[in-house]
């Protein structure tokens, strides 16, 4: 089917910046759109960023002027540049996708495993 695997996740101190990536790999006939999202402890998860295939990208008031989403569409890679981080974007962050695979020919939606972000005050 299809997999997606986050790395870049780690602590870093308030102020920092962190760089996440999303591979996506598997059965992948097309991407309809990627996005990130997260969830802190205790917390329902939420969009941060999400990005259409050719589409208007789309960011959480939270992380406006500070996030940034992008897409490398050859490689079915996505990545998240985060900067000036604060401690309450501390979250587990997951990539998910909107993929047509080559068996069913249908659009499904998929998850990562997700990256711990930690920033320290």
């Known amino acids: 089917q299809v997999q997606l695997v986050e790395s870049g996740g780690g602590l870093v101190q308030a102020g920092g910046s962190l760089r996440l990536s999303c591979a996506a790999s598997?059965?992948?006939?097309?991407?309809?759109?990627m996005g990130w999202c997260r969830q802190a402890p205790g917390k329902q998860r939420e969009l941060v960023a999400s990005m259409p295939s050719g589409g208007k990208t789309n960011y959480a008031d939270s992380v406006k002027g500070r996030f940034t989403i992008s897409r490398e569409y050859a490689k079915n890679m996505m990545y998240l540049q985060m900067n000036s981080l604060k401690p309450e974007d501390t979250a587990v962050y997951y990539c998910?996708?909107?993929?047509?695979?080559?068996?069913?020919?249908?659009?499904?939606?998929?998850w990562g495993q997700g990256t711990q972000v930690t920033v320290s005050a």
């Open positions: 598997g059965s992948i006939l097309g991407i309809n759109a």
């Open positions: 998910n996708a909107r993929v047509v695979t080559t068996t069913s020919r249908r659009e499904s939606n998929y």
